[in-house]
């Protein structure tokens, strides 16, 4: 079970970065433990001992990405004909908004909440199609939020792009309402996954998720530079392929100048990989797995809610987390009258913290806390933002 004390050890020696300092940046990328590392440079190892292009190479590279859409599939609660690899988030968000044929005044809708990845490419096609790109104001709470969005749905509403987890607060939005509203009027759901997958449960049909794109580097712990995306089954029609290449093509002639796209989701994988980063890939899932999800949710939640209570009581601390219990790793805070860059290096350099200042308006720090970290860890977190607010205190004072 993740909540085991052995295996958090055991995890935690694995990972150097966890060692002589606290590591509280999941979100933003979080350093791998040794099976990943290992199953990297065993691939890289057989390449260069046989070449890329070895026959036995090649099917070995083959069938690890085979097994990957199955790990995957199964940690999404997919069908592993949904799953195509990719290499970030943002890339499986730019999948379904390029995918999409659109006519000058359809619509997109983003939330308030969305990281640049996440509301970027509507932008762009509002350039290039002169669709229109709506706002969503989240509230404060989910039924403000579902009233909003309600409001702003209509007929020519083509797709509503949420993040499961906030980036900047770490709020958990309703995917479910949020799908069967779209659904009422045949808009697709794009979700930002880049802050969920990996710390709390998937289930993207559950959540009625048309697209969930994942980054492999966050909370799964695996290699930069890659990623999945959830394309649900019969969507060929509704998001087309924005690219293609010798990978996602079924047939190609260059004498009869004809191709024909692959029909599952490999269809968005273009061209060459690395099939070492991604094994590393499915070595990351496969711990997640074996770990359990469920069990990650609660130890992190857990560990969350300290820090919540910490810095909830502090004087010169601003909560831009939610309050209540904790819904995700995300703990979000501004020190009164501390730059949060300043913030932020000065955690590193007297406390050993690595956090992260974030774009909030104003800027705000962000501790993503994860599940192989420890109470004795968030305690000094919570001592040091403590601290650093009481100074700030005095000398303004």
């Known amino acids: 079970m993740a909540t085991d004390s052995a295996r958090i050890r055991r995890l935690r020696a694995q990972i150097p970065a966890m060692t002589g300092q606290i590591y509280v940046n999941w979100g933003g990328s979080g350093p791998s433990p040794t099976p990943v590392l ?3 440079e065993r691939f890289l190892k057989r390449e260069s001992r046989l070449g890329p292009f070895h026959p036995q190479i090649r099917d070995e590279s083959r069938a690890a990405m085979e097994a990957l859409r199955v790990s995957v599939s199964k940690l999404l609660g997919a069908g592993e004909d949904e799953i195509a690899l ?3 988030t ?4 730019n999948l379904a908004a390029a995918g999409i044929e659109w006519r000058r005044g359809d619509e997109a809708i983003v939330t308030d909440l969305e990281h640049p990845g996440g509301y970027l490419p509507w932008f762009m096609w509002r350039e290039r199609r002169g669709i229109k790109v709506r706002l969503l104001q989240s509230g404060k709470t989910d039924d403000e939020l579902l009233e909003g969005l309600d409001a702003a749905l209509t007929l020519r509403t083509r797709a509503v792009c949420v993040s499961h987890i906030a980036w900047l607060t770490g709020r958990r939005l309703p995917l479910r309402e949020m799908g069967r509203r779209c659904r009422k009027v045949g808009a697709l759901l794009v979700v930002d996954g880049a802050q969920s997958v990996g710390q709390i449960p998937i289930d993207v049909k559950k959540c009625l998720a048309d697209v969930y794109t994942v980054s492999g580097q966050k909370w799964l712990m695996g290699p930069q530079g890659t990623g ?7 969507l060929r029609k509704k998001i087309r392929e924005s690219g293609i290449g010798y ?3 079924a047939k190609r002639s260059l004498s009869d100048l004809t191709y024909t796209p692959k029909t599952d989701a490999t269809r968005f994988e273009i061209a060459t990989i690395s099939p070492a980063l991604f094994s590393g890939l499915g070595a990351a899932v496969e711990e997640c797995r074996k770990s359990g999800p469920a069990g990650i949710e609660r130890r992190i939640r857990r560990l969350a809610n300290r820090l919540l209570r910490i810095l909830g009581g502090g004087a010169g601390i601003e909560m831009l987390t939610p309050p209540g219990p904790a819904q995700s790793g995300l703990v979000s805070f501004r020190i009164e009258g501390m730059d949060a860059a300043a913030a932020t290096a000065r955690l590193l350099k007297k406390y050993k913290v690595v956090l992260r200042s974030v774009d909030s308006v104003p800027p705000a720090l962000r501790a993503s ?3 192989l970290n420890t109470e004795a860890e968030i305690d000094r977190i ?3 933002a403590l601290d650093l607010a009481a100074a700030a205190k005095k000398k303004s004072g």
Do not use: E, L, M, P
């Open 38 to 40: 290992r199953a990297v």
């Open 228 to 234: 999945a995306v959830f394309v649900r089954r019969g």
């Open 247 to 249: 990978r996602s093509s």
């Open 90 to 93: 943002t890339s499986g968000v």
């Open 382 to 384: 919570g001592k040091g």
């Open 86 to 88: 990719v290499d970030n």
């Open 369 to 371: 806390i994860h599940y």
